[in-house]
């Protein structure tokens, strides 16, 4: 691109071909001739020079217009952006208001809550303390209740006809009518006085409580519950099951479901829910049978039976009775009873007689001692539950016995006779009549 200045002197030569630069140039016409063409040239080598650096200056334009179309673009976009990022941030102030807002409110119901909870612990607290004051008056009554009961009851309990069991030998019995009503009557056989008139005798029997032939375990259970509950209060407790042979004593008390699984598993049960009130126990059992007048241990070795001495120990001073040299386990669960009842099961002498094809021939007895510790009270409880399964009584005419057999028939009914007189001396109340 020409510069102002050589266009000027350019424009000035051509209009005077007279000036000094030409006149002083005069001398050679071929120079002279060929001056104007250069100038041409370099005129038309200029034009081109300004035409592309027009056409460079118009790219120049339309790039330098486009780059201010493109920034005017992205600053339109910018703001618009700025402007969503201003409603975003109001959008976020209300919500953080919002949010404090909540936190105040959540704040103030946590602290409510709190309180809550520490009214609910105190009232627990006191709730607490009013179950164990009340745990301790539910003892005293409770045995109250069983010593205005008598603290000697008597239950009867009818079994069903066995397939074994003679067609006729079946008793007439008339069974109490209503639960208040414990009154039992056998019908004897018919007789014939001397006016020929034929008569039934009518034997009545009064008990605490009968149980139908149709009642299970379960209903008998039931009924002596409360004597297991007095055990744990810390009372000396005796359940027997007395009967003829094969009455099915020994069902009662050691079956499955019988007396003494029950009884473990209550006191098992009752143990855990007295833990809240503060109540820990401890549980120790023994397995024993007299036999012939001598005991056995039914925990301790099988070959040691009929062998090794016993004796029974009153301490006047505590009122405790021990048995020398008895094993004594500790039942920490009822999985462990049941084994401990297997072993005793397994060791106890049964033997065959004509009376009962599976008679059991020896008094057995399960003592479980009791005992229980309240560390927030203080209190401490001792008690025993002894629960006896007693040999069949049999007459010496019926059962044809002879021998050894013979010998085990007249100790069982000495010692059931022993016991009915230790009984009566109880029930008239005297002072160390038994």
């Known amino acids: 691109m020409f510069s102002d200045e ?22 050679s016409n071929d120079v002279e001739v060929s001056r104007p063409g250069e100038e041409t040239q370099a005129l038309e080598s200029t034009s081109h020079t300004i035409q592309g650096d027009l056409e460079q200056a118009k790219l120049d334009l339309t790039r330098e217009r486009k780059l201010n179309h493109d920034l005017q673009s992205e600053l339109s976009g910018a703001k618009d952006y700025s402007l969503s990022l201003e409603s975003s941030m109001r959008s976020l102030y209300a919500r953080i208001n919002t949010l404090e807002s909540d936190y105040r409110t959540q704040s103030q119901a946590f602290a409510d809550s709190e309180q809550r909870t520490e009214d609910a612990i105190k009232q627990v607290a006191e709730a607490n303390n009013k179950l ?38 079946a008793a007439s019995i008339n069974f109490p009518d209503s639960q208040g009503n414990s009154k039992l009557e056998v019908l004897g056989p018919e007789e014939k006085n001397s006016l020929g008139t034929v008569r039934s005798k009518t034997y009545a029997f009064t008990f605490d409580h009968v149980f139908h032939s149709k009642s299970q375990n379960a209903d008998v259970f039931e009924e002596i519950s409360q004597f297991i509950q007095s055990a744990l209060d810390g ?31 209550q006191i098992y049960d009752t143990t855990q829910a007295l833990e809240e009130k503060g109540w820990k126990y401890s549980m120790e059992g023994s397995f024993i049978e007299v036999y012939n007048e001598n005991i056995n241990d039914l925990l301790g070795k099988a070959d040691d039976l009929d062998k ?33 009842l297997r072993q005793a099961t397994t060791n106890r002498s049964v033997a065959a007689t004509k009376a009962n094809e599976r008679s059991s021939r020896s008094h057995s007895v399960f003592i479980l001692k009791l005992t229980g510790d309240n560390h927030i009270t203080g209190e401490k409880s001792e008690g025993t539950l002894n629960l006896v399964d007693l040999a069949g009584s049999e007459r010496l005419s019926d059962n044809c016995s002879t021998g050894e057999r013979l010998k085990e028939t007249q100790n069982i009914n000495k010692s059931l006779s022993c016991l009915g007189d230790v009984i009566g001396a109880l029930g008239q109340g005297k002072e160390g009549g038994h």
């Open 308 to 340: 090794k001495k016993h004796e029974i120990r009153h301490d006047m001073k505590k009122c405790k009775t021990n048995i020398t040299g008895i094993t004594t386990v500790r039942l920490d669960s009822p999985t462990r009873v049941e084994s401990t």
């Open 132 to 169: 164990r004051i009340e745990e301790s008056l539910r003892r005293t009554l409770h045995n109250q209740v069983q010593e205005l009961k008598g603290s000697i009851r008597v239950f009867c309990r009818v079994r069903l006809l066995l397939q074994t069991d003679p067609v006729n030998g």
């Open 235 to 265: 009372y000396n407790v005796c359940i027997f099951c007395y009967g003829q042979t094969g009455a099915g004593k020994t069902y009662t008390m050691s079956s499955e479901d019988g007396m003494i699984p029950r009884a473990v598993h």
């Open 6 to 27: 050589k266009k000027e002197r350019l424009r000035k030569l051509v209009k005077n071909p007279s000036s000094p630069y030409n006149q002083g140039h005069s001398d």
